[in-house]
Each structure stands twice: as C-alpha cells, then as structure tokens.
C-alpha cells in the first residue's frame, strides 16, 4: 500500500516506517521536526511540514495519491498537557481534524490512529479491556478520546475505516541498533534511568512510594516498540481487507513496578541506580496493565519482543551508543 505516516521521524513513528518497509509498502513521511529527528527518517519521502498548516497537508495529498494514513503526530507529554490544555486540545484536534478532512476530499478512508491507555483514565478493572469505560482525566488523554469519537462519525458519515491503538508503556529500541527513543525533555521512566546512569541527567527520581502495590511503586505494561510497530502493519492488512474499525489495546498483560523496573537494569547493566524518592506525579494512578485478547484476536498479534530484558537492553545498547 502507499501509506502516509505522520510523525515518522519521531519514536514509534521511524520504528513503524521501518517495519512498513521491510514489508514493500510505500511510505511517505509528514513530519514538522518539533520533536522528531532527521537520524530517525529511514527511506522514502519526506514531507516536512505541520498538521496544523491546512494548505501543507492538502498540498502533499494533491500531490501524492494513498491507500492509507498513519497517525502518529502528536503532542504526548502528560504534565505538560495540565499546564497548557489549549495547546493540546488545539494541536491534537485540529491537527488531526485537518487531516481527516483532507483524506476525505481525496477519498483516503483508511486510518490507523495512535491514541493511549490514557483515554480509560482510573482504572476500574485490571487487566483493562477495550470495552472499559472511557474518562480520561488529563487533557493529553482527553484530547485522545475526542479524536476516537470524531473517527466514529467519520466512519458513519464518510465510510472511513479506522484502527485505534491504544498504547500502553511503549520502550526499548530497534534491535537492529538503528533507531530508538529520543524525547526532549525526557519524561520516561527506562530512559530517565538510563540517561541517569550515562551520566547524561543529574538525578533519577522515583516518583510515588506509597501506591496500593505490592512494593508501594506504580506498576505499568511495558510493551516493546517493535512489538508496536509489529501492530501498526497488521492493522494497515486489516484495513485493506475492508475490515470493520476497531479500538485495540496494545500491551502485554503483565505488570511491572518502579522498583522492578530499577532492579532489571541494575542486571543488565551492572550499575547500581541511585534514586530520589518524591511524591507522586500528577495524574499517575497505581496500576495500569491491559488486556491484550482483542489484539490477539483481531489482528493476530503477540508480544514477541516485549519481555523486559529485551526492552532494557535494546533501550541501553542505543543510549549507550548514540550520546
Ligand atoms: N517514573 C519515575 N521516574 C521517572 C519517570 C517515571 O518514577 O523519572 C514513574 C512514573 O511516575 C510512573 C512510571 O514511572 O509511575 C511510568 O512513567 P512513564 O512516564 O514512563 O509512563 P506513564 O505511565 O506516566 O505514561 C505512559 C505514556 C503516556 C500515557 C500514559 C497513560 O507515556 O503517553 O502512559 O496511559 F498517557
């Protein structure tokens, strides 16, 4: 297919247009560089312009026909989003809606959408399923609850078809050693730890020693981003066979704490992790752990990389190797 993949220079973004072309599609990537970055870009075209522009969008689909559009673009720090919800409300809104709008004027009605364990908000039910209740509490994932919705009128109105994917805690890096997580600010737990032990931050802090968890720190489902990207392609065949839309969880089902986190990478790395302990970071709720059925059956999708040695280590020989 020739597929149109947003954000592509960014983290999960490069590592999907890396398995999207392993499998012979075509992909272009649109990517305004705010956060993404030129070592990320593999092959194919590159688009450098912003979601936000109507005319940049509308000029690469004039100019290029697809089959497909991947969604990844978007502003996802969850503290930043509480200090400054009309930036996200009016990035990840508009900019997805300008999009959409322009897929509809060039009949391109399959899209797979990055949205987030986010949209569940406090969870009532462990392991969460897709049928959970949504009430996303911050704006990052309020905003990725909108863009779901609008997809289901897009969908009753329009025909689109669309895959939502909804990620739990994305880590580790290509095991190739090619690409891997470059945030700035860095705001994740395994590269905070691991920049930390690089040297490359000044303190490490662990955030919450009093959660309702067997060792007091938040537990989380950390799911490989290859195992991600895995995902994305298999949604684009679902797509192409004219598949019904579908909201997917993408994790493992299996929980790790803080704490656990800390001791894997004292393992692999030899290093002993100094830490701060702090309260808890606004909005962090104790446990999030989904249910990966819907993802197996739908798709035919399994972890296969997501077993925490190979997230760390992959994570480590990439931030060891690209200062
Ligand atoms: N943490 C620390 N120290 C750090 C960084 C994180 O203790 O330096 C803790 C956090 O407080 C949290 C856990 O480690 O308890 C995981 O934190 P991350 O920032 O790695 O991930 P989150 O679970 O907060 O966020 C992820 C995604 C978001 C998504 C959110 C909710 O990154 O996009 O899950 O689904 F919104």
Not at 176 to 189: A, K, M, N, V
Not at 200 to 216: I, Q, R
Not at 292 to 301: H, I, P, S, T, Y
């Amino acid at each position: 297919m020739k597929i149109l993949v947003t954000g592509g220079a960014g983290y999960i973004g490069s590592h999907t247009v890396k398995e999207l072309l392993k499998k012979k599609h075509e992909v272009t990537i649109f990517d305004n560089f705010s956060s993404g970055k030129k070592e990320l870009v593999l092959k194919g075209e590159l688009f450098t312009g912003d979601l936000m522009d109507k005319k940049a969008v509308e000029k690469v689909f004039s100019q290029k026909k697809f089959d497909a559009v991947c969604h990844f673009a978007s502003l996802i720090a969850v503290g930043e989003s509480y200090q400054d919800p009309g930036k996200y409300y009016s990035h990840n809104l508009i900019s997805s809606l300008n999009l959409l709008e322009s897929m509809r004027q060039h009949g391109v009605k399959r899209f797979v959408f990055s949205s987030s364990a986010a949209v569940y908000g406090i969870p009532r039910e462990i392991p969460i399923t897709e049928s959970h209740p949504l009430d996303p509490f911050n704006p990052y994932g309020k905003s990725k609850a909108f863009v779901e919705r609008i997809l289901e009128d897009y969908e009753r109105a329009y025909g689109f078809r669309f895959v939502s994917l909804r990620y739990f805690n994305a880590a580790g890096a290509d095991p190739d050693g090619r690409l891997g997580e470059l945030h700035d600010p860095e705001t994740h737990l395994i590269p905070n730890i691991l920049l930390f032990l690089l040297g490359k931050k000044n303190s490490f802090y662990v955030f919450g020693t009093d959660f309702p968890t067997d060792d007091g720190t938040a537990v989380r489902d950390y799911i490989h981003v290859k195992d991600l990207a895995r995902a994305h392609v298999l949604a684009l065949k679902k797509l192409e066979d004219d598949t019904e839309s579908a909201f997917i969880n993408l994790g493992t089902n299996r929980g790790l704490s803080v704490l656990e986190i800390i001791r894997k990478v004292e393992e692999i790395t030899g290093r002993k992790v100094r830490y701060i302990k702090k309260p808890v970071r606004k909005g962090d709720v104790p446990v999030l752990r989904a249910s990966r059925d819907k993802a197996e059956r739908f798709l035919g999708w399994k972890p296969a990389f997501s077993d925490i040695k190979t997230i760390i280590q992959t994570a480590w020989d990439w931030h060891s190797k690209h200062p």
